[in-house]
């Protein structure tokens, strides 16, 4: 049974961050689509908030695996 939720609790950290990382993306584009000059600032920010989200997703199953 503990496993079981483990596993659940991995999938949601990984559903998670893959929203995440989609809507960082999908805002990058539009912005760069908007004010193409500002491309470069806002590849930077977006990679910085992707790394963020993946360490709290990559948290989250060492969490899960640990509480197996």
């Not at 990382?21 to 908007?34: D, K, S, T």
């Amino acid at each position: 049974m503990n496993g079981s939720i483990a596993a659940l609790g991995a999938g949601l950290a990984s559903v998670g961050a893959g929203i995440g990382i989609g809507l960082v993306g999908y805002g990058a584009m539009m912005g760069i689509a908007r004010q193409p000059e500002m491309a470069g600032k806002i590849q930077v920010n977006m990679l910085i908030a992707g790394a963020l989200m993946e360490g709290v997703a990559l948290f989250a199953l060492i969490v899960c695996i640990m509480a197996k």
